[in-house]
Structures are given as C-alpha cells and as structure tokens.
T-cell receptor
Framework: AQKVTQAQTEISVVEKEDVTLDCVYE???????LFWYKQPPSGELVFLIR??????QNEISGRYSWNFQKSTSSFNFTITASQVVDSAVYFC????????????FGDGTTLTVKP | SQTIHQWPATLVQPVGSPLSLECTVE??????LYWYRQAAGRGLQLLFY??????ISSEVPQNLSASRPQDRQFILSSKKLLLSDSGFYLC?????????????FGPGTRLLVL
C-alpha cells in the first residue's frame, strides 16, 4: 500500500523566516512520482513541482526548494524568506502505476506566515 | 489552454435533500476526471474517478454517486444528503492515467449540509 505522511499539521512563522515542510512516503514501487501542491485560502490546488524516483537532484525555483532523498523516503519543501502570500495548505502526493496511476495525498500542512 | 469549471461555488442544503455538482473541462479531450472531498481541516479523499464516458470507479462506499454523461463533464450526485457530506468538493483532471501526469484542480464547491 502507498502512504504519504505530512507529520506537521500546522506551522506558523514570521515573515522572512525560512520554513521546511516535511513529506515522508511509502511505496514498494521502484518507479514513482512525487508532487507538491499549494492550496491558498481560495481553495483551488495549484501544482508546484513533480519529481520522479530516478532523479534525486534537488531543485530550486526562486524562494522554493525541494530536497528529495530516497534513502529516507522524504521529499521536503523549503520556503526561503517566507512571505504572507505563502500562507496556504501544502499537500505532498505520490503516484505510481501500482495504484492505477492515481495519486495518494498526504493530509497537508497548514502554513501561516505572520507579518 | 485547458480550463476546469465547477459549480456552484457554494451550496447550503438541508439533510435529506438531493445534490448535483457539476464539473466541466475545456481545451482537452478524453481526460481522466476525479472527484475529491476535503473535510474541514483535513486532507483530500478521492471519491470517484473516470477514465472515459460512462466509466466510473468508486473509491469509498457512501451515499454519493458520480456520472460522466459527456467526455468533459463529470457530475457528483446524491439522492439524500447526510450531515457528514458537508465539505469542500474538488474536481480534477489529468490528460491520461499515467502516475507522472499532474492533476489540475477546479475551484471547488463548498457544501454545507444543515
């Protein structure tokens, strides 16, 4: 069975602080895909990034960076110099062929950035 | 470009009343379609998905049903709503059924059952 765990239910930081959102996954597949989505207060989920299991290169996009470590089955997301607009619920998700291509979502982490 | 619509945006319904939520996708053909529910402060629960017209897979037993009468239309229904049906309903699409494909979500419908 596949599982995604986002142990941090809620995180609160002050603007300009760095914050890391944890994601730990479980799967028996050797080929799989990891995603992060952002859900702002408006409700619509927005895709942020996708990684496949064969690419462990970390990625940076502006203030966002992702650390993928297969050895610990983790795909953590760091926001540098957080801003109020980063306040949202962030979901980590896992997809593989074993699950008929469907994505398994974590329960999400609610990030609040205070001014 | 592709666009996904959901309506209504919000809905307040009495217990026992019927429900119909609609989702349509523009700019693509034969998408995989999904209905998710998000309870307050909780994660996403996959309710139904469809790989084609008339093809519906149910993920959890409940008093909800789904239909796909047209290629880009996905409908979530109930004959009699329960209090526990309250939540935020999200429709999503992806080009096919491959796990590497990103899902694109609609704006959602907030349902409150009283």
């Amino acid at each position: 069975a596949q599982k995604v765990t986002q142990a941090q239910t809620e995180i609160s930081v002050v603007e300009k602080e760095d914050v890391t959102l944890d994601c730990v996954y479980e799967t028996r597949d050797t080929t799989y895909y990891l995603f992060w989505y952002k859900q702002p207060p408006s409700g619509e989920l927005v895709f942020l990034i996708r990684r496949n299991s064969f690419d462990e290169q970390n990625e940076i996009s502006g203030r966002y960076s992702w650390n993928f470590q297969k050895s610990t089955s983790s795909f953590n997301f760091t926001i540098t110099a957080s801003q109020v607009v980063d306040s949202a619920v962030y979901f980590c998700a896992l997809g593989s062929y074993t699950n008929a291509g469907k994505s398994t979502f974590g329960d999400g982490t609610t990030l609040t950035v205070k001014p | 470009s592709q666009t996904i619509h959901q309506w209504p945006a919000t809905l307040v319904q009495p217990v026992g009343s019927p429900l119909s939520l609609e989702c349509t996708v523009e700019g693509t053909s034969n998408p995989n379609l999904y209905w998710y529910r998000q309870a307050a402060g909780r994660g996403l629960q996959l309710l139904f998905y469809s790989v084609g017209i008339g093809q519906i897979s149910s993920e959890v037993p409940q008093n909800l049903s789904a239909s796909r009468p047209q290629d880009r239309q996905f409908i979530l229904s109930s004959k009699k709503l329960l209090l526990s049906d309250s939540g935020f309903y999200l429709c999503a699409w992806r080009p096919g059924g491959r796990p590497q494909e990103t899902q694109y979500f609609g704006p959602g419908t907030r349902l409150l059952v009283l």
